[in-house]
């Protein structure tokens, strides 16, 4: 069990620019989530793979963000046109099933100029 | 809709004293209750779990917490804290969506253990 992995931990970029991440989630595990945490905030939903499927999308998922995950393995997560409401950690979970925990990577920490 | 309440966002004690991190929810279902640990620029880990059964359970770390169900509660407890349990704590309610889990998350208390 090697985890969660997020790719980049820290994305400092300027407001306008397009921004991407990356998740690898747990090898065996088909779920996938990602939820947004801004400052001293718990998480919030924002959207669920199960394989390939996104199954469900948050009211928060606005059209300048989309996720994918192509092949059901890494997804990605891409911003365009930043604002600085974006700034905020990004999260990443997987789980085996339906009744499993959630587990969660470090995050991608991302900062708005 | 689902909701979490974290009643106390910080909560001070000194080391080797005991810990109590109050935690309620809403709910029109069945839920499942969750709670997580976060310390400083990681992810969340989690701490424990409730699905069915016994009310009082037991996590990792040495904490518990029991499920109150007439009183929609789900503290969080320990007996003897660590400086090393300095952190955010986060207690979470799931709903089921699709085949998967969606966690609602409270606003966090962020615990800190003086010596």
């Not at chain 2, 309440?5 to 106390?8: G, N, V």
């Not at chain 2, 359970?57 to 990792?60: D, E, N, P």
């Given at each position: 069990d090697t985890g969660v992995s997020?790719?980049?931990r820290h994305k400092i970029t300027k407001r306008g620019q397009n921004v991407t991440f990356r998740c690898d989630p747990i090898s065996?595990?088909?779920?996938?989530y990602w939820y947004r945490q801004t400052l001293g905030q718990g998480p919030e939903f924002l959207t669920y793979f199960q394989n390939e499927a996104q199954l469900e999308k948050s009211r928060l998922l606005s059209d300048r963000f989309s996720a994918e995950r192509p092949k059901g393995s890494f997804s990605t997560l891409e911003i365009q046109r930043t604002e600085q409401g974006d700034s905020a950690m990004y999260l990443c979970a997987s789980s085996l099933s339906k009744d499993q925990p959630q587990h969660f990577g470090d995050g991608t920490r991302l900062s708005i100029l | 809709a689902q909701s979490v309440?974290?009643?106390?966002s910080q909560v001070?004690?000194?080391e080797e004293a005991p810990v109590e991190l109050r935690c309620n929810y809403s709910s029109s279902v069945s839920v499942y209750l969750f709670w997580y640990v976060q310390y400083p620029n990681q992810g969340l880990q989690l701490l424990l779990k409730y699905l069915s059964g016994s009310t009082l359970?037991?996590?990792?770390n040495g904490f518990e917490a029991e499920f109150n169900k007439s009183q929609?509660?789900?503290h969080l407890r320990k007996p003897s804290v660590h400086?090393?349990?300095t952190a955010e704590y986060f207690c979470a309610v799931s709903s089921f969506f699709q085949g998967a889990q969606k966690l609602v998350f409270g606003q966090g208390t962020r615990l800190t253990i003086n010596p």
């Open positions: 997020q790719n980049p065996e595990h088909n779920r996938l | 309440t974290q009643l106390d001070p004690v000194f359970v037991k996590g990792i929609t509660s789900f400086i090393s349990d």
